[in-house]
């Protein structure tokens, strides 16, 4: 057996089809992948994603910390509550992770990936030699992600009811995106993972039955990690472990506006290294990731070959679009490339190269 | 808990297969295997008029997980195939044993049925995979 979030008995009384997810037994599908992921572009949908690693970081020395640990630059972060994505490198300017790092009232708050918890931490303490602060993981929290179209106002209905949440929903309204608010012990984000409009709330566990209960009734929809995987795919979002990994530098994963190449006396973890790399980019040795389209028939997926002009690259994620209701993909492939086909199952098939990124609040985005 | 209807026959790789009094089998997939596939999207199918021999692989679902290849429990002539799957795949997972159908066949060995599980059997398979 698992473990399970706070919201394991919620998800087999919603009918969920529980899969093993890096130790945790979490909701793959409620009964159909395509109907949630519909339901998040057209009205609102609930993620459990308590699986996933919180971290807050306090001290004297937070700030100068994570300037060291991340690729991207914390000094951004100008108010409470103000997000930023960041990858987090090793010497060699492979991706260990990618995260989100919110500023708090404690200091920050890091959220990690489930599945690379146990190195995560490891590296981020080895790395706290020489400074003054406090890492402390926060296991008794619930994470849920409420994301379409309807999500906020829906939130807000089931916050405001009968003043049972420390929550005062005024201010969630006036979140503008990436920023987040702390009520009470509860936080609140617009962060995400699916290219809809939608919140992060990250609050205590005992919470989350009740509160789980309360968005059902309110018509939000619960979504399984299947849907969640074909809404960051459409968005044109990166899943560490297929897209981007300690081999892989994050000028190969599309990662490149998030690097924070400035100031150039920041020392981060890894800057060496990506500047090397990118003088290969410069170069034309470095391949990129790109968006790729197949307007016919069959499914592209991750491992498949992808044989260019220029050379071969792979699939990184791929799958069925149910917005765009043909198959898309991220790859691997060399630079410079015009012309591309799939080996799917054997048989090459054309597919055609876009900007990765395909579908944005339930639009599509690419020509 | 999925549906296993007595009337037919079950190959181990989960396709059923349906024979009339004229010695024509239908074929497609049990609920447990769409059930397993999730939602379906895409099928690829044989041609009408092609020979087949049990266990060839005749058509591949690609579901929102997986492409499986669906392999023919019973062997003969393909005398039709189900082309409205062909716009409309969800229709196996919705009905798998009636609008979901894959192809029929002129059975060329009526003995091969006997190779084949019946419910019963099908249901304890599945439960022990």
Known sequence: MGQHTPLYQKHLDAGAKMVDFAGWDMPINYGSQIEEHQRVRSTAGVFDVSHMTVVDISGDDAKAYLRKLLANDVDKLDAEGRALYSAMLNENGGVIDDLIVYRMSVGYRIVVNCATRTKDLAWMNSHSTGFDVALVEKPGLAILAVHGPQSREKVCV??????????????IKLLANFSGVELGNWFIARTGYTGEKGLELIFPEKEAPAFWDKLLTAGVHPIGLGARDSLRLEAGMNLYGHDMDEEISPLAA????TIAWQPEDRDFIGRSAVVRHRAEQAAGSMPRLVGLVLEQRGVLRGGQRILCDNGEGIITSGGFS???KHSIALARIPVNSHS???DIRGRLTPVRIVKPNFVRFGKKVFE | M????????????????????????????????????????????????AMVNSKDEVAVVESVKAASDIYSPVSGEILEVNEALLDAAETINLAPYAGGWF???????????????????YVEHCDAE
């Open chain 2, 2 to 49: 999925s549906t296993v209807p007595d009337n037919l026959r079950y190959a181990s790789t989960h396709e059923w297969v349906q024979v009339d009094d004229d010695g024509i089998a239908t074929i497609g997939i049990s609920d447990h295997a769409q059930n397993t596939l999730g939602d379906i999207v895409f099928i690829e199918l044989p041609e009408a008029g």
């Open chain 1, 340 to 342: 591309c086909q799939a």
């Open chain 1, 158 to 171: 089931v916050l405001d009811q009968g003043q049972l949440y420390p929550v005062k929903t005024a201010a």
């Open chain 1, 254 to 257: 599309n990662m490149e506006q």
């Open chain 2, 103 to 121: 192809y029929k066949l002129k059975l060329s060995d009526a003995s091969e049925l006997d190779k084949l599980m019946d419910a019963d059997a």
């Open chain 1, 322 to 324: 149910p917005t765009l």
